[in-house]
């Protein structure tokens, strides 16, 4: 008769250990071999179905999630990448560029924890300026001594996720501005030859030194403006917007 399960020492001096797949009896009864190796994912379903969630340790839900969370007219850009995850005991996480970790300067990292059957983990890096490359979500679960209620000797599992963020475009140039009627400025530029593509382009202006207003967006290399008043000065600026981030402004001025 082969022993398995638990506990691990049994009659006659044979013990056994289990993993994910297969559990392994080593030791002398009846007619048992030395060393015999059955499937648990075919003698016993349950418990291999519950060892198996156990080794898994902790799991993302999803791609990382890229957020520009400053108007496209600040510079530098600000933005953020999230991670979610699940798993129990607690995980942690490291951000890494390009296979180097990310921890301080113009990076910070945080963790909102959800509790329930299994936490969830919302894991944001939030990055100051534009810094592209590819970002990685490394997940780690470390369990002591045991991960789940399987009695598996299991100490550390981890899982990762990755997002590459393209360098910006290039800026316009040749942006120029000339009024189109009593208050409106029509504004054009050269769209950038070479750096990533362009998504759309955005269009700011500002009155004597006041607060910034947006202008508008579109995806050609044209616009119109609007109540812009006659004898003011404003300075206009036309940034590129790509996949990602924007690019450096572009500007000129009208009276």
Not at 28 to 51: G, H
Not at 65 to 91: A, E, H, K, W
Not at 155 to 174: E, G, K, M, W
């Amino acid at each position: 008769e082969l022993y398995r399960g638990t506990p691990s020492v049994f009659p006659h001096g044979v013990q056994c250990c289990t993993n994910t797949a297969i559990t392994l009896c080593v030791g002398m009864y009846s007619d048992l071999p030395l060393a015999t190796s059955v499937s648990l994912a075919t003698t016993n379903p349950s418990k291999y179905a519950l060892s198996l969630a156990a080794t898994n340790g902790p799991k993302i839900t999803g791609d990382v999630q890229y957020r520009l969370l400053t108007p496209t007219n600040i510079d530098p850009p600000v933005f953020q990448l999230t991670c979610t995850s699940t798993g129990s005991p607690p995980t942690t996480v490291q951000w890494t560029i390009n296979g180097i970790p990310v921890n301080s300067g113009n990076y910070s990292s945080s963790q909102i924890v959800t509790d329930g059957p299994t936490s969830t983990y919302k894991n944001t890096l939030t990055v100051t300026g534009r810094a592209y490359g590819i970002y990685t979500c490394f997940i780690t679960t470390a369990c002591s001594p045991v991960c789940g209620a399987s009695g598996l000797a299991l100490n550390t599992r981890y899982v990762t996720s990755s997002l590459t963020v393209i360098a910006p475009p290039n800026p316009p140039t040749n942006v120029t501005a000339k009024r189109s009627g009593p208050t409106s400025v029509s504004v054009s530029w050269t769209p950038p030859t070479t750096g990533s593509p362009v998504t759309r382009y955005d269009i700011y202006y500002v009155a004597n030194g006041g607060p910034s207003t947006s202008g508008g967006s579109t995806t050609s290399t044209s616009h119109v403006l609007i109540n812009i008043q006659a004898g003011v000065q404003y300075n206009i600026s036309v940034t590129a917007v790509g996949t990602y981030m924007p690019s450096y402004r572009a500007f000129t001025y009208i009276i």
